[in-house]
Structure formats: structure tokens, C-alpha cells
T-cell receptor, first 111, second 118 residues
Framework: DAKTTQPPSMDCAEGRAANLPCNHS???????VYWYRQIHSQGPQYIIH???NNETNEMASLIITEDRKSSTLILPHATLRDTAVYYC????????????FGGGTRLMVKP | GAVVSQHPSWVICKSGTSVKIECRSL??????MFWYRQFPKQSLMLMAT?????????EQGVEKDKFLINHASLTLSTLTVTSAHPEDSSFYIC??????????????FGPGTRLTVL
């Protein structure tokens, strides 16, 4: 799996958009970008994934650069409950391989 | 859909005893389940991959005789920590990979089990 680089921590004001960056410069053509988050003392929660087009669901938006070497997860209106560690992972969707977690970004949403 | 449960959610045991943790996929079948361990303020580390009906594959540095994994059905995998010691205290998380359907090969995570060994 390609490696990813994320800032270790970020702060965001409640109600504002949280933009979490991820670099994956060695991503392969068949690898998807996945985002998970882990709230304290809970299992990881799937957020969103994409290949090359931007994606949006009820939780977040995923913006992938044209060269696919980086992406940004956007939480449009962060709440205190969005405080968590956010993990960006790249892997082939159908590979069936386990997900390999890096350090992630610890997002702190502040009132 | 795609719910994974773990039992127990937390357990405290004495050093030298064994503890069994169950991981169940509640509404889908999982031919493969993964077991992760997470120490405080660290990321998840894969311990082993469990395939239904066959022996688990352990990551380097994980003792297979200490962490016994059984995946007897398409919806249940168990992790038994044998002769537990305080250094085994950790947060154990399982995930199940969907075997079919629109979310085939997606991984879904359980809520985790916090093990404390006294």
C-alpha cells in the first residue's frame, strides 16, 4: 500500500469547515483513497472513499487533486462530536488487503 | 447495515489468566476478519488476519501461541489472549471484510475491547 502523510494535529472552531490534508505522492493508478476516523475509545468509523473524482456524502466531502498525489477531507460544519483522529489510507479497493493505519490527524474541534 | 460487534467491551483480568474476545459480523458474512491492537496515543497495529476455516496469519512479532485466533464461521472470530500479562493491556479491535454484496471487500470495524491485566 502507498504511504500517506498527514499533519499530526489540527484545531477547528465549532461550526466552521475542517479541512484535513493528506499527501499520497506514491499512489498507484488502482488505489483508492479512504478516510476513517476514530473517536476516543471507539473503533474506526468509515467516512468516505474515492478514486479520482471528488466525492460527497452525508458526513464529508473528499477532494482529490488531479494528479492524485494529495487529497483533502472536508467536514463542512464541524461539531464538537467531530473531535477524533482522522486516518487517510490508500489501497486497491478490491484487493481485500487489510487497512494499514498511519499516525492520522488528531482534530480538535473547539467551542 | 454492516455492523460488527465485539464482546466484551471491556475486561479486567489477573495476570496469568486467559481472556477470550469475540468479534461478530451481525448482518453480513465475513470470510476474513482482522485483529488490531492499539496502545494509548498510538495508531492501530495489525496483529493477525483470520480466514474462515483456516489458520490465521500473524504479523511479525505477534506470538501465535499467545494470541489464539479461531474463525469457525462466516460471522464469528475469536481472539484468546493466553497467560495474559500487564503488557498485554491494550485496546483490541476487530474488523470484518464483507464477502459479498455492494460493499464486497469493504472493512467494517467493531467498537473495540479494552483489556486491562492486573
Amino acid at each position: 500500500d502507498a504511504k500517506t502523510t498527514q499533519p499530526p494535529s489540527m484545531d477547528c472552531a465549532e461550526g466552521r469547515a475542517a479541512n484535513l490534508p493528506c499527501n499520497h505522492s506514491t499512489i498507484s493508478g488502482n488505489e483508492y483513497v479512504y478516510w476513517y476516523r476514530q473517536i476516543h475509545s471507539q473503533g474506526p468509523q468509515y467516512i468516505i472513499h474515492g478514486l479520482k473524482n471528488n466525492e460527497t456524502n452525508e458526513m464529508a466531502s473528499l477532494i482529490i487533486t488531479e494528479d492524485r498525489k494529495s487529497s483533502t477531507l472536508i467536514l463542512p460544519h464541524a461539531t464538537l462530536r467531530d473531535t477524533a483522529v482522522y486516518y487517510c489510507i490508500v489501497r486497491p479497493r478490491d484487493a481485500g488487503n487489510m487497512l494499514t493505519f498511519g499516525g492520522g490527524t488528531r482534530l480538535m474541534v473547539k467551542p | 447495515g454492516a455492523v460488527v460487534s465485539q464482546h466484551p467491551s471491556w475486561v479486567i483480568c489477573k495476570s496469568g489468566t486467559s481472556v477470550k474476545i469475540e468479534c461478530r459480523s451481525l448482518d453480513f458474512q465475513a470470510t476474513t476478519m482482522f485483529w488490531y491492537r492499539q496502545f494509548p496515543k498510538q495508531s492501530l497495529m495489525l496483529m493477525a488476519t483470520s480466514n474462515e476455516g483456516s489458520k490465521a496469519t500473524y504479523e511479525q512479532g505477534v506470538e501465535k501461541d499467545k494470541f489464539l485466533i479461531n474463525h469457525a464461521s462466516l460471522t464469528l472470530s475469536t481472539l484468546t489472549v493466553t497467560s495474559a500479562h500487564p503488557e498485554d493491556s491494550s485496546f483490541y479491535i476487530c474488523s470484518a471484510r464483507s464477502a459479498s454484496g455492494s460493499r464486497k471487500n469493504e472493512q467494517f470495524f467493531g467498537p473495540g475491547t479494552r483489556l486491562t491485566v492486573l
